[in-house]
């Protein structure tokens, strides 16, 4: 028998609903992993790092907390975010620590329409709709770039400079991997999203990386459009989209624009990669930590587990993250459903729901 290949995941729920799904993740995972017959296993540390850390310790992760995560092979992330830290200071504390300096470049942000989920758009009903927002994750408007002087001049003379890095080779990496994605897709084409018109040097430069990288996939089909017709795109064209590229700030809009029309932003996955592997990659649901629900039970637990099967696919394990894929879909189209994708149905319900259906898909192999 060949050797179990084991996994070294480092799992941080941080705050909020991050607790619950990432616990009903985990539970996926290892019910796959113990599926496997050997071929894989998961060998899980926890990190307590978050907002009630930071009450604790005046930090949101340990100082050696990257130098930690390095010997991982890959980071399952919840979400940060809570009333005792202004929001900048928790994500730049956490989240974008950690995929700035592990230069986890790549977001991927499937857009997925459910089995039993109603969108609100009605087109969803009839129609095959089905794309991946691709977000570049390490500069653009959310370089970190700026600052804040002369509130000396007293009130009201503050100023604040706020600047988007656009780079060559940045642009150039993110828009290759949308490519090399869509060839891999039934529909081979790239969608790229600036706003070049107005901001005329860091989205033109992207403008004209994106027509110069285009010209070495002659099989792709490309389009470039502004992002305030591609918000508009995504509600009443939805069908033409395969793979969406864009930068920091509208990407992120626009991924959490498309799970709301495939139901909720409780649905939405995202992995963010580094492609070269010199860094472990991190996976999390896109949502945040929705002190609205925290604590209840009743956050939906697909965003996260969905995110567990990107990172199958990062292993290599790609027969296995199709299985926790179609167990989601057999778990919605039963109804298991969470409040906010119309049903009743708990966390723990759905979770199990799932890991019931990749019990049975293994029954009838
Ligand atoms: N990646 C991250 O860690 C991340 C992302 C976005 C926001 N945040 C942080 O999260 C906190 C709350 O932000 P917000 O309210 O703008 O966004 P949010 O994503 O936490 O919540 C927005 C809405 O979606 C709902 N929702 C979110 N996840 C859900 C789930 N799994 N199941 C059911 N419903 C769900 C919430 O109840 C809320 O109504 C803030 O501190 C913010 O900075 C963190």
Redesign the pocket.
């Known amino acids: 028998m060949t050797e179990t290949q084991v996994f070294k995941i480092a799992s941080i729920p ?5 607790k619950e ?1 990432v616990a009903a993740g985990r539970k996926v995972l290892d019910t796959v992993a113990a599926q496997s017959d050997g071929k894989f296993a998961f060998d899980w540390t926890e990190f307590p790092w978050g907002s009630e850390y930071y009450a604790k310790h005046g930090v949101m992760m340990d100082a050696e907390g990257l130098e930690v995560l390095k010997a991982f092979d890959a980071i399952y ?6 009333e005792n830290v202004p ?1 900048h200071i ?2 730049w504390g956490l ?1 974008l620590n950690i995929t700035q300096n592990f230069d986890q470049w790549a977001n991927i942000r499937p857009v997925k329409f459910l089995p039993g989920v109603q969108s609100p758009l009605r087109k969803a009903d009839n129609t095959e709709l089905d794309w991946v927002v691709v977000r570049e994750n390490s500069e653009g408007e959310y370089a970190g770039l700026g600052g804040r002087n002369l509130s000396g001049r007293g009130p009201g003379n503050e100023v604040a400079l706020q600047t988007a890095l656009f780079t060559e080779k940045g642009c150039e990496r993110i828009i290759r991997f949308a490519f090399d994605l869509a060839r891999t897709r039934t529909v081979k084409k790239v969608s790229s999203v600036t706003k070049s018109n107005a901001q005329q040097y860091g989205m033109v430069l992207w403008d004209e990386v994106f027509d110069r990288v285009a010209l070495d996939y002659p099989d792709v089909e490309t389009e470039s459009v502004l992002v305030d017709a591609m918000s508009a795109k995504f509600i009443l064209r939805p069908e033409d989209l395969s793979v969406v590229v864009a930068s920091n700030l509208n990407a992120d809009i626009l991924s959490d624009l498309g799970s709301a029309l495939a139901g ?3 649905l939405a996955a995202s992995a963010n990669l580094n492609p070269e592997r010199r860094f472990p990659s991190m996976f ?10 925290a604590g209840k039970g ?4 697909i ?2 587990i969905a995110s567990a099967a990107l990172m199958l696919d990062h292993f290599g394990l790609h027969d296995e993250a199709r299985r926790i894929e179609a167990a989601i879909e057999s778990a919605t189209g039963s109804g298991h459903l ?3 994708i119309g049903g009743t149905a708990n966390t723990d319900e759905v979770t199990e729901a799932i890991v019931a259906a990749l019990n049975a898909s293994l029954a009838t192999v």
């Not at 992330?77 to 809570?82: P, T």
């Not at 999390?284 to 629900?293: K, T």
């Not at 009743?298 to 637990?301: A, K």
Request: a negative charge.
């Open positions: 941080a705050d909020g609903v991050g799904v992330f919840g979400a940060v975010g809570w929001d928790s994500l989240r909720s932003l409780g999390e649901p896109v949502h945040g930590s929705a002190p609205d629900i009743i956050s939906n637990p965003g996260a969470t409040r906010d």
